[in-house]
């Protein structure tokens, strides 16, 4: 069954939580290329990958999020995109196994199409290397999230339809503004995404990150006001991280953001997973109150 099909049966679905604070964890260093670990590190980053499928998850992300050319660039690592992509898909898939889907993922680039920081052509580019590496390493899907401006989710989305057979998800991080509606750092409202992602070919679409459960709630009923039916995923954070004795922490807990789940389900989510902060506990008792 793939992944869409497996959407169409109707039941809701659980996806993984973070990956970027668990290997921080794991003793990831500021300033290390997480996407160098698929290599170096490679048994940490299936643990993280298995601990999720453990917890319930029906699928995982790989540890590609910042694993674009011009992302690895950062670290001298601009030419082993194809190797780094494609152990982390590999890594995932063998924690997911045959019956559980892995999400390739992709993140924003950092550069600024209307800065002029990139052409068109070179954005495009990028994603194609990075996500044909993911479809080779056995990724059953593509996510583009974490994404602010629409141009270069839009280029992201297209490079992975028609350089790959894989659905493609797109989510948008969005924050509340000060009259209460939700738009990302680049002004972009979950109904002017919808629009275009759903135009470049994207199969889900959603948002990630930015926002605890509770907010979730209210950008899924923007999406599902102008897309009755195209399948939504939402990965909350624990939360909005509050600074207690120095260090960042996320204040939901694992019963915080199950209690909210059957709200989020009535809202319009068909994929549920999270974002900064969460953990395998978080992500099975979210699996518990779905099912
Ligand atoms: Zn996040």
Request: proline share 3%; hydrophobic share 45%.
């Given at each position: 069954m793939t992944l869409i099909e497996k959407i169409e049966t109707g039941q809701t679905l659980v996806s993984d939580g973070a990956w970027g604070t668990f290997l921080h964890e794991k003793g990831l260093k500021p300033?290390?290329?997480?996407?160098?670990?698929?290599?170096?590190?490679?048994?940490?980053?299936?643990?993280?990958?298995?601990?999720?499928?453990?917890?319930?998850?029906?699928?995982?992300?790989?540890?590609?999020?910042?694993?674009?050319?011009?992302?690895?660039?950062?670290?001298?690592?601009?030419?082993?995109?194809?190797?780094?992509?494609?152990?982390?898909?590999?890594?995932?898939?063998?924690?997911?196994?045959?019956?559980?889907?892995?999400?390739?993922?992709?993140?924003?680039?950092?550069?600024?199409?209307?800065?002029?920081?990139?052409?068109?052509?070179?954005?495009?580019?990028?994603?194609?290397?990075?996500?044909?590496?993911?479809?080779?390493?056995?990724?059953?899907?593509?996510?583009?999230?974490?994404?602010?401006?629409?141009?270069?989710?839009?280029?992201?989305?297209?490079?992975?339809?028609?350089?790959?057979?894989?659905?493609?998800?797109?989510?948008?991080?969005?924050?509340?503004?000060?009259d209460g509606d939700y738009k990302t750092m680049m002004g972009v409202s979950p109904e002017m995404m919808t629009a275009a992602v759903v135009d470049a070919g994207a199969d889900v679409i959603g948002t990630n990150c930015g926002n605890g459960m509770r907010k979730m709630i209210d950008i899924i009923k923007a999406f599902r006001a102008v897309a009755p039916d195209i399948p939504l995923l939402v990965h909350a954070n624990a939360g909005a991280p509050i600074v207690k004795d120095g260090k960042t922490v996320f204040p939901e807990t694992p019963e915080d953001m199950s209690d909210l789940t059957p709200a989020l389900i009535s809202a319009g989510a068909n994929i549920i997973g999270g974002c900064c902060g969460t953990t395998p506990a978080h992500i099975s008792a979210i699996a518990k109150s779905i099912k």
């Open positions: 300033g290390e290329c997480p996407e160098l670990w698929n290599i170096t590190h490679p048994d940490d980053v299936y643990d993280i990958a298995k601990s999720y499928i453990d917890a319930g998850a029906d699928m995982i992300e790989t540890n590609s999020f910042g694993g674009s050319r011009f992302k690895l660039a950062h670290y001298g690592l601009a030419d082993r995109v194809v190797e780094l992509n494609e152990a982390a898909a590999a890594i995932s898939k063998q924690a997911a196994g045959d019956d559980h889907f892995v999400l390739g993922s992709v993140g924003p680039t950092g550069k600024i199409l209307m800065m002029g920081d990139v052409t068109e052509k070179e954005l495009y580019e990028g994603f194609k290397e990075q996500i044909i590496a993911l479809a080779n390493g056995g990724a059953d899907a593509i996510v583009v999230e974490t994404m602010s401006a629409i141009d270069e989710a839009v280029l992201a989305v297209k490079a992975a339809k028609e350089n790959s057979q894989l659905p493609v998800i797109c989510t948008f991080t969005f924050e509340q503004t000060i």
